[in-house]
Protein backbone atom coordinates (compact mmCIF):
# COMPACT_ATOMS: atom_id res chain seq x y z
CA UNK A 1 0.00 0.00 0.00
CA UNK A 2 1.19 3.13 -1.08
CA UNK A 3 1.15 5.90 1.74
CA UNK A 4 0.71 9.37 1.94
CA UNK A 5 5.02 9.97 2.51
CA UNK A 6 5.50 8.45 -0.87
CA UNK A 7 2.89 9.93 -2.42
CA UNK A 8 4.01 12.93 -1.23
CA UNK A 9 7.96 12.33 -2.56
CA UNK A 10 6.35 10.38 -5.54
CA UNK A 11 4.72 13.91 -7.12
CA UNK A 12 7.99 16.18 -5.91
CA UNK A 13 10.55 14.04 -7.58
CA UNK A 14 8.71 13.93 -10.68
CA UNK A 15 8.36 17.61 -11.22
CA UNK A 16 11.97 17.82 -10.08
CA UNK A 17 12.61 15.44 -12.88
CA UNK A 18 10.96 17.60 -15.33
CA UNK A 19 12.78 20.50 -14.19
CA UNK A 20 11.05 22.00 -11.45
CA UNK A 21 12.60 23.27 -8.45
CA UNK A 22 11.92 21.75 -4.86
CA UNK A 23 10.48 24.45 -2.35
CA UNK A 24 9.88 23.99 1.07
CA UNK A 25 6.28 24.77 2.35
CA UNK A 26 5.64 28.04 3.61
CA UNK A 27 4.05 28.71 6.79
CA UNK A 28 0.47 29.03 7.59
CA UNK A 29 0.56 32.31 8.63
CA UNK A 30 1.17 34.37 4.91
CA UNK A 31 4.23 36.56 5.68
CA UNK A 32 3.34 39.95 4.11
CA UNK A 33 -0.35 39.23 3.48
CA UNK A 34 -3.03 41.18 5.46
CA UNK A 35 -5.59 40.04 2.60
CA UNK A 36 -5.40 36.24 3.71
CA UNK A 37 -6.04 34.56 7.08
CA UNK A 38 -4.24 31.44 6.48
CA UNK A 39 -2.27 29.86 3.81
CA UNK A 40 -5.01 28.11 1.62
CA UNK A 41 -3.07 26.70 -1.44
CA UNK A 42 0.40 25.84 -2.52
CA UNK A 43 0.37 29.56 -4.72
CA UNK A 44 0.17 31.76 -1.78
CA UNK A 45 3.71 31.72 -1.50
CA UNK A 46 4.37 33.01 -4.85
CA UNK A 47 1.75 35.61 -5.09
CA UNK A 48 4.44 38.09 -5.92
CA UNK A 49 6.13 36.12 -8.10
CA UNK A 50 2.77 36.04 -10.53
CA UNK A 51 2.15 39.43 -10.52
CA UNK A 52 5.63 40.63 -11.68
CA UNK A 53 7.03 42.31 -8.29
CA UNK A 54 9.68 39.24 -7.12
CA UNK A 55 12.10 37.50 -9.10
CA UNK A 56 12.82 33.77 -8.16
CA UNK A 57 15.59 31.97 -9.49
CA UNK A 58 13.53 29.43 -11.30
CA UNK A 59 10.23 29.45 -13.62
CA UNK A 60 9.24 25.98 -12.88
CA UNK A 61 9.00 25.18 -8.86
CA UNK A 62 6.64 22.60 -7.11
CA UNK A 63 5.83 22.26 -3.31
CA UNK A 64 4.08 20.25 -0.80
CA UNK A 65 2.29 23.50 0.74
CA UNK A 66 0.44 22.81 4.10
CA UNK A 67 -3.19 24.53 3.61
CA UNK A 68 -6.21 25.37 6.11
CA UNK A 69 -9.42 26.21 5.15
CA UNK A 70 -11.54 27.47 7.85
CA UNK A 71 -11.85 31.08 7.05
CA UNK A 72 -12.08 33.63 4.68
CA UNK A 73 -13.18 33.08 0.89
CA UNK A 74 -12.42 29.31 1.17
CA UNK A 75 -13.88 27.68 4.49
CA UNK A 76 -14.12 24.10 4.81
CA UNK A 77 -15.27 23.95 8.56
CA UNK A 78 -18.51 23.08 8.18
CA UNK A 79 -18.09 20.02 5.86
CA UNK A 80 -15.38 18.36 7.93
CA UNK A 81 -15.97 15.24 9.23
CA UNK A 82 -19.83 15.23 6.97
CA UNK A 83 -18.13 14.50 3.21
CA UNK A 84 -15.49 12.23 2.31
CA UNK A 85 -13.11 14.63 1.22
CA UNK A 86 -12.89 18.04 3.28
CA UNK A 87 -9.93 18.68 5.79
CA UNK A 88 -9.40 21.97 7.26
CA UNK A 89 -5.85 20.86 7.57
CA UNK A 90 -4.35 18.96 4.57
CA UNK A 91 -0.88 19.08 1.99
CA UNK A 92 -1.77 20.58 -1.38
CA UNK A 93 1.01 19.58 -3.98
CA UNK A 94 1.69 21.55 -6.58
CA UNK A 95 3.66 22.67 -9.79
CA UNK A 96 4.10 26.17 -10.70
CA UNK A 97 4.97 27.83 -14.12
CA UNK A 98 5.95 31.03 -13.57
CA UNK A 99 5.59 32.54 -17.60
CA UNK A 100 7.51 29.60 -18.51
CA UNK A 101 4.73 26.39 -19.63
CA UNK A 102 1.07 27.19 -20.16
CA UNK A 103 -1.48 25.30 -20.38
CA UNK A 104 -0.56 22.86 -22.89
CA UNK A 105 2.50 21.82 -20.58
CA UNK A 106 0.27 21.93 -17.74
CA UNK A 107 -1.85 19.35 -18.86
CA UNK A 108 0.45 16.82 -20.37
CA UNK A 109 2.53 17.01 -17.37
CA UNK A 110 -0.56 16.46 -15.26
CA UNK A 111 -2.03 13.80 -17.50
CA UNK A 112 1.64 11.65 -17.37
CA UNK A 113 1.80 11.62 -13.61
CA UNK A 114 -2.06 10.66 -13.13
CA UNK A 115 -1.88 8.06 -15.63
CA UNK A 116 1.64 6.96 -15.65
CA UNK A 117 3.43 7.55 -12.20
CA UNK A 118 0.49 7.62 -10.16
CA UNK A 119 -1.30 4.36 -12.70
CA UNK A 120 -4.90 5.82 -12.14
CA UNK A 121 -7.53 4.13 -14.87
CA UNK A 122 -7.85 6.44 -17.86
CA UNK A 123 -11.96 5.86 -18.35
CA UNK A 124 -12.82 6.56 -14.47
CA UNK A 125 -11.02 9.87 -15.44
CA UNK A 126 -13.15 13.07 -16.14
CA UNK A 127 -12.26 17.21 -16.26
CA UNK A 128 -14.07 20.52 -16.29
CA UNK A 129 -13.26 23.39 -17.85
CA UNK A 130 -14.29 26.81 -17.50
CA UNK A 131 -17.01 26.95 -20.31
CA UNK A 132 -15.17 29.90 -22.52
CA UNK A 133 -11.98 27.89 -22.29
CA UNK A 134 -11.86 26.24 -26.02
CA UNK A 135 -8.40 25.64 -25.60
CA UNK A 136 -8.38 24.17 -22.61
CA UNK A 137 -11.29 21.23 -23.80
CA UNK A 138 -9.15 20.93 -27.38
CA UNK A 139 -6.03 20.49 -25.40
CA UNK A 140 -7.45 17.46 -23.06
CA UNK A 141 -9.14 15.86 -25.99
CA UNK A 142 -5.41 15.81 -28.21
CA UNK A 143 -3.58 15.03 -25.07
CA UNK A 144 -5.83 12.45 -23.01
CA UNK A 145 -7.78 11.49 -26.01
CA UNK A 146 -11.12 12.06 -24.22
CA UNK A 147 -14.52 12.15 -25.53
CA UNK A 148 -17.07 15.51 -25.35
CA UNK A 149 -18.74 14.21 -22.68
CA UNK A 150 -15.54 13.45 -20.46
CA UNK A 151 -14.48 16.88 -20.53
CA UNK A 152 -18.16 19.17 -18.61
CA UNK A 153 -18.05 22.83 -19.38
CA UNK A 154 -18.58 24.62 -16.36
CA UNK A 155 -20.14 28.42 -16.88
CA UNK A 156 -19.27 28.64 -12.60
CA UNK A 157 -16.65 30.57 -10.20
CA UNK A 158 -15.92 26.84 -9.60
CA UNK A 159 -13.60 26.99 -12.53
CA UNK A 160 -12.69 30.49 -11.95
CA UNK A 161 -10.24 30.08 -8.85
CA UNK A 162 -9.59 32.85 -6.83
CA UNK A 163 -7.03 33.28 -3.90
CA UNK A 164 -9.27 35.62 -2.31
CA UNK A 165 -11.00 39.05 -3.50
CA UNK A 166 -7.92 40.27 -4.98
CA UNK A 167 -4.15 38.50 -5.69
CA UNK A 168 -3.72 36.17 -9.10
CA UNK A 169 -6.46 34.54 -10.64
CA UNK A 170 -7.62 32.64 -13.94
CA UNK A 171 -10.03 30.41 -15.19
CA UNK A 172 -9.02 26.50 -14.13
CA UNK A 173 -9.54 22.91 -15.12
CA UNK A 174 -10.07 20.22 -12.50
CA UNK A 175 -9.44 16.88 -12.70
CA UNK A 176 -12.37 14.01 -11.00
CA UNK A 177 -12.22 10.12 -10.92
CA UNK A 178 -15.47 8.06 -11.15
CA UNK A 179 -15.65 6.05 -8.02
CA UNK A 180 -18.38 4.60 -9.47
CA UNK A 181 -20.11 3.22 -6.08
CA UNK A 182 -22.82 5.40 -3.18
CA UNK A 183 -19.83 6.94 -1.77
CA UNK A 184 -21.30 9.16 1.23
CA UNK A 185 -23.91 9.95 -0.89
CA UNK A 186 -27.57 10.60 0.37
CA UNK A 187 -30.77 8.91 0.08
CA UNK A 188 -31.83 7.92 -3.31
CA UNK A 189 -33.16 10.31 -5.81
CA UNK A 190 -32.03 13.54 -3.56
CA UNK A 191 -30.11 16.16 -4.58
CA UNK A 192 -27.00 14.08 -2.52
CA UNK A 193 -27.60 10.94 -4.42
CA UNK A 194 -23.97 11.11 -5.88
CA UNK A 195 -22.27 12.20 -3.34
CA UNK A 196 -18.81 11.94 -3.36
CA UNK A 197 -19.18 9.53 -6.12
CA UNK A 198 -17.53 11.96 -8.64
CA UNK A 199 -13.89 13.29 -6.72
CA UNK A 200 -12.12 16.21 -7.38
CA UNK A 201 -8.49 15.83 -6.60
CA UNK A 202 -6.23 18.15 -8.86
CA UNK A 203 -6.89 21.55 -9.93
CA UNK A 204 -5.18 23.46 -12.86
CA UNK A 205 -5.27 27.31 -12.83
CA UNK A 206 -3.92 28.83 -15.88
CA UNK A 207 -3.45 32.07 -14.23
CA UNK A 208 -3.89 35.25 -16.54
CA UNK A 209 -5.19 38.00 -14.37
CA UNK A 210 -4.64 39.95 -11.12
CA UNK A 211 -7.48 40.84 -9.50
CA UNK A 212 -6.56 44.37 -7.91
CA UNK A 213 -10.05 44.93 -6.30
CA UNK A 214 -13.64 44.19 -6.82
CA UNK A 215 -14.47 44.64 -10.36
CA UNK A 216 -10.86 45.50 -11.42
CA UNK A 217 -8.82 42.77 -13.60
CA UNK A 218 -5.72 43.13 -15.32
CA UNK A 219 -3.57 40.82 -17.28
CA UNK A 220 -0.53 38.95 -15.87
CA UNK A 221 2.68 40.12 -17.15
CA UNK A 222 3.16 36.93 -18.58
CA UNK A 223 0.17 33.50 -18.52
CA UNK A 224 1.54 31.08 -15.47
CA UNK A 225 0.57 27.71 -14.22
CA UNK A 226 -0.28 27.47 -10.76
CA UNK A 227 -1.75 23.64 -9.73
CA UNK A 228 -3.34 21.83 -6.65
CA UNK A 229 -3.72 18.16 -5.96
CA UNK A 230 -5.03 17.34 -2.20
CA UNK A 231 -2.59 15.02 -0.96
CA UNK A 232 -5.08 12.90 1.12
CA UNK A 233 -7.81 13.06 -1.64
CA UNK A 234 -5.15 11.16 -3.77
CA UNK A 235 -4.21 8.73 -0.87
CA UNK A 236 -7.87 8.08 -0.51
CA UNK A 237 -7.83 7.31 -4.03
CA UNK A 238 -4.76 5.12 -4.36
CA UNK A 239 -5.01 3.07 -1.07
CA UNK A 240 -8.87 2.26 -2.34
CA UNK A 241 -10.58 3.68 0.42
CA UNK A 242 -14.25 5.51 0.73
CA UNK A 243 -12.71 8.58 2.48
CA UNK A 244 -9.72 10.95 3.42
CA UNK A 245 -10.60 10.07 6.92
CA UNK A 246 -9.54 6.02 5.81
CA UNK A 247 -6.00 6.77 4.44
CA UNK A 248 -3.45 5.09 6.46
CA UNK A 249 -2.67 8.84 8.35
CA UNK A 250 -6.21 9.50 9.76
CA UNK A 251 -6.43 5.25 10.36
CA UNK A 252 -3.74 5.69 12.82
CA UNK A 253 -4.85 9.51 14.66
CA UNK A 254 -8.23 7.71 14.69
CA UNK A 255 -6.80 4.59 16.36
CA UNK A 256 -4.83 6.27 19.00
CA UNK A 257 -8.05 8.66 19.89
CA UNK A 258 -10.11 5.21 20.69
CA UNK A 259 -7.88 4.10 23.01
CA UNK A 260 -7.47 7.09 24.53
CA UNK A 261 -11.48 7.30 24.80
CA UNK A 262 -11.80 3.78 25.32
CA UNK A 263 -14.43 4.17 23.02
CA UNK A 264 -14.65 2.62 18.89
CA UNK A 265 -15.40 4.71 16.37
CA UNK A 266 -18.36 3.33 14.69
CA UNK A 267 -22.14 4.28 13.78
CA UNK A 268 -22.85 7.77 14.89
CA UNK A 269 -20.04 8.65 17.14
CA UNK A 270 -17.67 8.01 13.50
CA UNK A 271 -18.26 11.50 12.44
CA UNK A 272 -16.73 13.07 16.25
CA UNK A 273 -13.53 10.90 15.73
CA UNK A 274 -12.91 12.48 12.18
CA UNK A 275 -13.61 15.79 13.63
CA UNK A 276 -11.10 15.48 16.27
CA UNK A 277 -8.28 13.54 14.25
CA UNK A 278 -8.66 16.75 11.35
CA UNK A 279 -8.56 19.59 14.37
CA UNK A 280 -5.88 18.15 15.61
CA UNK A 281 -4.01 18.31 12.85
CA UNK A 282 -4.83 22.19 11.98
CA UNK A 283 -4.62 22.91 15.86
CA UNK A 284 -1.16 21.17 15.64
CA UNK A 285 0.11 22.82 12.90
CA UNK A 286 -1.20 26.28 13.17
CA UNK A 287 0.56 26.28 16.99
CA UNK A 288 3.34 25.21 15.30
CA UNK A 289 3.99 28.66 12.89
CA UNK A 290 2.77 30.35 15.95
CA UNK A 291 -0.64 31.00 16.20
CA UNK A 292 -2.43 30.55 20.10
CA UNK A 293 -6.10 30.44 21.10
CA UNK A 294 -7.29 34.12 21.73
CA UNK A 295 -10.61 35.63 21.03
CA UNK A 296 -9.58 37.39 17.87
CA UNK A 297 -8.50 36.73 14.10
CA UNK A 298 -6.55 33.61 13.73
CA UNK A 299 -6.17 33.00 17.41
CA UNK A 300 -10.31 33.02 17.87
CA UNK A 301 -10.35 30.90 14.81
CA UNK A 302 -7.92 28.27 16.27
CA UNK A 303 -10.12 28.39 19.39
CA UNK A 304 -13.33 27.49 17.79
CA UNK A 305 -11.14 24.67 16.15
CA UNK A 306 -10.00 23.12 19.42
CA UNK A 307 -13.31 23.83 21.36
CA UNK A 308 -15.15 21.94 18.64
CA UNK A 309 -12.49 19.18 18.93
CA UNK A 310 -12.90 18.81 22.89
CA UNK A 311 -16.84 19.30 22.57
CA UNK A 312 -16.66 15.64 20.53
CA UNK A 313 -14.52 14.37 23.23
CA UNK A 314 -16.91 14.72 25.58
CA UNK A 315 -19.70 13.16 23.39
CA UNK A 316 -17.22 10.77 23.31
CA UNK A 317 -17.37 9.98 27.10
CA UNK A 318 -14.26 12.15 28.11
CA UNK A 319 -13.88 13.18 31.38
CA UNK A 320 -10.39 14.71 31.46
CA UNK A 321 -8.23 16.88 28.87
CA UNK A 322 -7.41 14.19 25.72
CA UNK A 323 -6.49 16.13 22.98
CA UNK A 324 -3.14 16.04 23.49
CA UNK A 325 -2.92 12.22 23.99
CA UNK A 326 -3.23 11.93 20.18
CA UNK A 327 -0.71 14.63 19.27
CA UNK A 328 2.85 11.77 19.46
CA UNK A 329 0.46 9.67 17.04
CA UNK A 330 1.18 12.70 14.98
CA UNK A 331 3.96 13.84 15.11
CA UNK A 332 5.06 10.38 14.47
CA UNK A 333 3.20 10.46 11.19
CA UNK A 334 4.43 13.42 10.01
CA UNK A 335 7.04 14.90 11.90
CA UNK A 336 9.48 13.75 9.24
CA UNK A 337 8.22 15.86 6.61
CA UNK A 338 7.41 18.78 8.66
CA UNK A 339 10.20 18.77 12.07
CA UNK A 340 8.32 22.25 12.84
CA UNK A 341 6.16 19.86 14.61
CA UNK A 342 8.63 18.18 16.38
CA UNK A 343 10.22 21.50 17.83
CA UNK A 344 7.13 22.68 19.01
CA UNK A 345 5.43 19.24 20.32
CA UNK A 346 5.98 20.28 24.10
CA UNK A 347 4.51 23.82 23.24
CA UNK A 348 1.28 22.02 21.28
CA UNK A 349 0.70 19.99 24.18
CA UNK A 350 0.92 22.59 26.91
CA UNK A 351 -1.48 24.56 24.55
CA UNK A 352 -3.96 21.61 23.89
CA UNK A 353 -4.19 21.03 27.66
CA UNK A 354 -4.43 23.87 29.21
CA UNK A 355 -7.31 24.68 26.54
CA UNK A 356 -8.98 21.86 27.32
CA UNK A 357 -8.84 22.29 31.17
CA UNK A 358 -10.06 25.80 30.72
CA UNK A 359 -12.95 25.08 28.35
CA UNK A 360 -14.08 21.79 30.39
CA UNK A 361 -14.99 24.32 33.06
CA UNK A 362 -17.85 25.32 31.42
CA UNK A 363 -17.96 22.18 28.77
CA UNK A 364 -20.32 20.51 30.67
CA UNK A 365 -22.88 23.13 31.93
CA UNK A 366 -23.36 24.58 28.44
CA UNK A 367 -24.07 21.36 26.88
CA UNK A 368 -27.04 20.75 29.52
CA UNK A 369 -28.01 24.32 28.80
CA UNK A 370 -27.69 23.33 25.49
CA UNK A 371 -29.99 20.28 25.94
CA UNK A 372 -32.39 22.00 28.24
CA UNK A 373 -33.30 24.65 25.90
CA UNK A 374 -33.41 22.22 22.97
CA UNK A 375 -35.31 19.43 24.27
CA UNK A 376 -38.89 20.11 22.95
CA UNK A 377 -37.47 21.06 18.78
CA UNK A 378 -37.47 18.60 16.09
CA UNK A 379 -35.73 18.62 12.58
CA UNK A 380 -36.32 22.25 11.27
CA UNK A 381 -36.68 23.82 14.63
CA UNK A 382 -34.61 26.79 15.98
CA UNK A 383 -32.63 27.85 18.66
CA UNK A 384 -33.44 31.10 19.81
CA UNK A 385 -30.20 33.30 19.35
CA UNK A 386 -30.59 35.14 22.99
CA UNK A 387 -29.45 31.31 23.92
CA UNK A 388 -26.91 30.73 21.42
CA UNK A 389 -25.38 34.22 22.88
CA UNK A 390 -25.69 32.87 26.40
CA UNK A 391 -23.38 30.04 25.57
CA UNK A 392 -21.04 32.44 23.17
CA UNK A 393 -20.67 34.77 26.43
CA UNK A 394 -21.24 33.06 29.77
CA UNK A 395 -20.21 29.09 28.34
CA UNK A 396 -17.25 30.11 25.93
CA UNK A 397 -19.20 28.43 23.04
CA UNK A 398 -17.98 30.10 19.80
CA UNK A 399 -20.82 30.05 17.39
CA UNK A 400 -19.60 27.45 14.92
CA UNK A 401 -19.91 25.12 17.98
CA UNK A 402 -23.40 25.17 18.75
CA UNK A 403 -24.28 25.10 15.01
CA UNK A 404 -22.14 21.75 14.95
CA UNK A 405 -23.85 20.84 17.95
CA UNK A 406 -27.41 20.97 16.99
CA UNK A 407 -26.21 20.37 12.88
CA UNK A 408 -26.90 16.18 13.16
CA UNK A 409 -30.43 17.09 15.05
CA UNK A 410 -31.40 19.73 11.90
CA UNK A 411 -31.73 22.15 14.38
CA UNK A 412 -30.41 26.17 13.49
CA UNK A 413 -29.83 29.04 15.14
CA UNK A 414 -31.65 32.41 15.40
CA UNK A 415 -28.35 34.56 13.49
CA UNK A 416 -30.05 37.81 13.47
CA UNK A 417 -31.18 37.13 17.28
CA UNK A 418 -27.47 36.17 18.18
CA UNK A 419 -26.08 39.46 16.42
CA UNK A 420 -28.94 41.30 18.16
CA UNK A 421 -28.24 39.87 21.37
CA UNK A 422 -24.37 40.71 21.21
CA UNK A 423 -24.67 44.28 20.07
CA UNK A 424 -27.58 44.98 22.87
CA UNK A 425 -24.70 43.87 25.49
CA UNK A 426 -21.85 46.07 23.60
CA UNK A 427 -24.51 48.85 24.06
CA UNK A 428 -25.66 47.92 27.37
CA UNK A 429 -21.16 47.64 28.90
CA UNK A 430 -20.97 51.01 26.58
CA UNK A 431 -23.86 52.88 28.93
CA UNK A 432 -23.05 51.32 31.86
CA UNK A 433 -19.21 52.41 31.91
CA UNK A 434 -20.43 55.76 30.28
CA UNK A 435 -22.84 56.20 33.29
CA UNK A 436 -19.88 55.53 35.74
CA UNK A 437 -18.53 58.56 35.45
CA UNK A 438 -15.31 57.33 35.26
CA UNK A 439 -14.23 59.17 31.88
CA UNK A 440 -10.41 56.37 31.64
CA UNK A 441 -12.72 53.48 31.60
CA UNK A 442 -14.49 54.56 28.20
CA UNK A 443 -11.63 55.00 26.84
CA UNK A 444 -8.96 52.71 28.00
CA UNK A 445 -11.01 50.00 29.52
CA UNK A 446 -13.56 49.42 26.76
CA UNK A 447 -11.44 49.71 23.62
CA UNK A 448 -9.56 46.37 25.58
CA UNK A 449 -12.05 44.57 26.41
CA UNK A 450 -13.58 45.14 22.21
CA UNK A 451 -10.23 43.79 21.13
CA UNK A 452 -10.63 40.48 23.37
CA UNK A 453 -13.50 39.54 22.72
CA UNK A 454 -16.38 38.28 24.70
CA UNK A 455 -15.66 37.91 28.77
CA UNK A 456 -16.29 34.02 29.65
CA UNK A 457 -17.89 33.31 32.77
CA UNK A 458 -15.72 30.16 34.28
CA UNK A 459 -17.96 29.78 37.90
CA UNK A 460 -17.30 30.53 41.10
CA UNK A 461 -14.80 27.36 40.97
CA UNK A 462 -12.32 29.19 39.03
CA UNK A 463 -9.11 29.33 40.62
CA UNK A 464 -7.53 33.45 40.77
CA UNK A 465 -8.22 35.68 38.03
CA UNK A 466 -7.83 33.57 35.15
CA UNK A 467 -10.56 33.47 32.70
CA UNK A 468 -12.57 36.68 33.57
CA UNK A 469 -11.24 38.11 30.37
CA UNK A 470 -9.77 35.39 28.38
P1 LIG B 1 -13.90 21.12 -3.45
O1 LIG B 1 -14.70 21.58 -4.62
O2 LIG B 1 -13.85 19.64 -3.28
O3 LIG B 1 -14.26 21.87 -2.19
P2 LIG B 1 -11.93 23.02 -4.28
O4 LIG B 1 -12.34 23.17 -5.70
O5 LIG B 1 -12.42 24.02 -3.30
O6 LIG B 1 -12.37 21.54 -3.75
P3 LIG B 1 -9.26 23.82 -4.96
O7 LIG B 1 -9.34 25.20 -4.44
O8 LIG B 1 -9.38 23.63 -6.41
O9 LIG B 1 -10.34 22.90 -4.18
O10 LIG B 1 -7.91 23.17 -4.38
C1 LIG B 1 -7.06 22.29 -5.14
C2 LIG B 1 -7.10 20.88 -4.61
O11 LIG B 1 -6.84 20.83 -3.20
C3 LIG B 1 -8.44 20.18 -4.77
O12 LIG B 1 -8.58 19.65 -6.06
C4 LIG B 1 -8.36 19.10 -3.69
O13 LIG B 1 -7.66 17.97 -4.14
C5 LIG B 1 -7.56 19.76 -2.59
N1 LIG B 1 -8.46 20.32 -1.55
C6 LIG B 1 -9.17 21.47 -1.60
N2 LIG B 1 -9.87 21.68 -0.47
C7 LIG B 1 -9.58 20.62 0.34
C8 LIG B 1 -9.96 20.26 1.66
N3 LIG B 1 -10.77 21.04 2.37
N4 LIG B 1 -9.47 19.12 2.17
C9 LIG B 1 -8.65 18.33 1.47
N5 LIG B 1 -8.23 18.61 0.21
C10 LIG B 1 -8.69 19.75 -0.35
MG1 LIG C 1 -13.79 23.83 -1.81
MG1 LIG D 1 -14.07 22.21 -6.59
MG1 LIG E 1 -11.07 22.97 -7.33
Known amino acids: MIGVNEIRSTFLDYFRKNGHEVVASSPLVPRNDPTLMFTNAGMVQFKNVFTGLEKRPYNRATTAQKSVRAGGKHNDLDNVGYTARHLTFFEMLGNFSFGDYFKEGAIELAWNLVTKGFDLPKDKLLVTVYSEDDEAALLWKKIAGFSDDKIIRIPTSDNFWQMGDTGPCGPCSEIFIDRGEHIWGGPPGSAEEDGDRFLEFWNLVFMQFDQLAPGERVPLPRPSIDTGMGLERMASILQGVPSVF?????????????????????????????????HLRSSAFLI??????????????LRRIMRRAMRHLQLLGAREPMMYRVLPTLVSEMGRAYPELVRAEPLIAETLKLEETRFRKTLSRGLGLLADETEGLSEGG????ETAFRLYDTYGFPLDLTQDALRQRGISVDLAGFDTAMERQKAEARAHWAGSGEAATETVWFPIRERTGATEFLGYDTEGAEGVIQ
Do not use: C, H, M, W
Open 246 to 278: DTDLFRALIGTTEEVVGAKAEGDSAASFRVIAD
Open 288 to 301: ADGVLPSNEGRGYV
Open 382 to 385: QLSG
